[in-house]
Each structure stands twice: as structure tokens, then as C-alpha cells.
Nanobody
Framework: QVQLVESGGGLVQAGGSLRLSCVAS????????MGWFRQAPGKEREFVAT????????YYADSVKARFTISRDNAKNTVYLQMNRLKPEDTAVYYC?????????WGQGTQVTVSS
């Protein structure tokens, strides 16, 4: 079992930056491939970024590429999402997810609102 808690969301003006954090409980965090997803009102949850268990491999949705950076610190059981040059269309609830073998574990989400 892995429990995830996101933080760092808030209200920011377009062009600004935020850094989201997701802290995991348990000793198995380093076995998780971690990802960030987001869900805007009235829309389906969508993929944002993912990072391998070692941090050596990352992948981004086209909509955030070159603006967002995913990273992790396995010693702190934490994955980060640095979000720069934010746009109003980035407004959503952001969720982190651990993928471990065939299991998925989700956090409760953190709200990001970007004003124009």
C-alpha cells in the first residue's frame, strides 16, 4: 500500500510558476514509476508527466513540454512537478500517481488555478 499526499497548488497569474510536491508513505516509493495527471472541470483526467523509478527517464504531454519538469528524490519519498510559464488552460486539480507492477495508487489532488 502506498499513500500519496500532494501539496503546492494555489492561485497564480498567467506566466507565473508553481512547484507541486507529492510525498509518499512507505518504503516502496523507489519502486514506483511516478506520474502527474490533471483534471479540469467537465473534462476527463489527463496525463501530464511521468518519471521512472530511478529518475533516469521522463516523458511529458505535448501541452506541457518545455514548460513543466518532473523530478523525484527517493531519499525523501517525494516527486515534484515544476510548472513554469503557466497558462489559464493549465487550471485543474493535479494528482500524482504511483505505478507499481499492475497497481495504481493516487493522491487526493491539489488545485492549481491560473488567472489570465
Amino acid at each position: 500500500q502506498v499513500q500519496l499526499v500532494e501539496s503546492g497548488g494555489g492561485l497564480v497569474q498567467a506566466g507565473g510558476s508553481l512547484r507541486l510536491s507529492c510525498v509518499a508513505s512507505g518504503r516502496t516509493f523507489s519502486s514506483c514509476a511516478m506520474g502527474w495527471f490533471r483534471q479540469a472541470p467537465g473534462k476527463e483526467r489527463e496525463f501530464v508527466a511521468t518519471i521512472s523509478w530511478s529518475g533516469g527517464s521522463t516523458y511529458y504531454a505535448d501541452s506541457v513540454k518545455a514548460r513543466f519538469t518532473i523530478s523525484r528524490d527517493n531519499a525523501k519519498n517525494t516527486v515534484y512537478l515544476q510548472m513554469n510559464r503557466l497558462k489559464p488552460e493549465d487550471t485543474a486539480v493535479y494528482y500524482c500517481r504511483c505505478t507499481m507492477l499492475t497497481m495504481f495508487y493516487w493522491g487526493q489532488g491539489t488545485q492549481v488555478t491560473v488567472s489570465s
